[in-house]
T-cell receptor, first 114, second 110 residues
Framework: KAGVTQTPRYLIKTRGQQVTLSCSPI?????VSWYQQTPGQGLQFLFE???????NKGNFPGRFSGRQFSNSRSEMNVSTLELGDSALYLC?????????????FGPGTRLTVT | AQSVTQLGSHVSVSEGALVLLRCNYSSSVPPYLFWYVQYPNQGLQLLLK??????LVKGINGFEAEFKKSETSFHLTKPSAHMSDAAEYFCAVIVGDMRFGAGTRLTVKP
């Protein structure tokens, strides 16, 4: 089976712009979670989607949003980018709820905000 | 709140030496616990997981971890370090969503 894929792998944006990141889960996986990784804050949970519904959300401002499509592919959007949004954004998929199933991570999208 | 604490942001060992990476969790109930490894410019790879079936958990690449409820610990060990083990290691716990420790960077000296 193909693993979790994330596009694009690298992205450079300017403050104030918005960005959309994409994640394709492993075939058959219905749950997709997103994480932000920075040197200062480490790995932080953004949100989890299961069957097109947001099941859980981390402590991030409303500028961060996401959605999941019927084929389980997911996108996350960050509006009005700030310098502090520069990070590696990781997507993970699992068969079911992350509370019960192990997660498989993609390689990440490295976002740089200038 | 449920969390994990990794003791030591950097650990350096010689090739062939024992690897010990420490993780303590805070929980009032038996948690789901995980160890992940991250190589440069890559995502996280699952090393092993504890789900209350057995206290000693064996993972990939020769790693294992022991769940000790009395010490609220889930330390990761490997008897003999290889150069290829150099990476960042994360302990994580799930209650609802997944919470990661700050990570421990392992350096292996030749």
């Amino acid at each position: 089976k193909a693993g979790v894929t994330q596009t694009p792998r690298y992205l450079i944006k300017t403050r104030g712009q918005q960005v959309t990141l994409s994640c394709s889960p492993i075939s058959g996986h219905r749950s997709v979670s997103w994480y932000q990784q920075t040197p200062g804050q480490g790995l932080q949970f953004l949100f989890e989607y299961f069957s097109e519904t947001q099941r859980n959300k981390g402590n991030f401002p409303g500028r961060f949003s996401g959605r999941q499509f019927s084929n389980s592919r997911s996108e996350m959007n960050v509006s009005t980018l700030e310098l502090g949004d520069s990070a590696l954004y990781l997507c993970a998929s699992s068969l079911g709820y992350t509370s019960s199933y192990e997660q498989y991570f993609g390689p990440g999208t490295r976002l740089t905000v200038t | 709140a449920q969390s994990v604490t990794q003791l030591g942001s950097h650990v350096s060992v010689s090739e062939g030496a024992l690897v010990l990476l420490r993780c303590n969790y805070s929980s009032s109930v038996p948690p789901y616990l995980f160890w992940y490894v991250q190589y440069p410019n890559q995502g996280l790879q699952l090393l092993l997981k504890y789900t209350s079936a057995a206290t000693l958990v064996k993972g990939i690449n020769g790693f294992e971890a022991e769940f000790k409820k009395s010490e609220t610990s889930f330390h990761l060990t490997k008897p003999s370090a290889h150069m290829s083990d150099a990476a960042e290691y994360f302990c994580a716990v799930i209650v609802g969503d997944m919470r990661f420790g700050a990570g421990t960077r392992l350096t292996v000296k030749p």
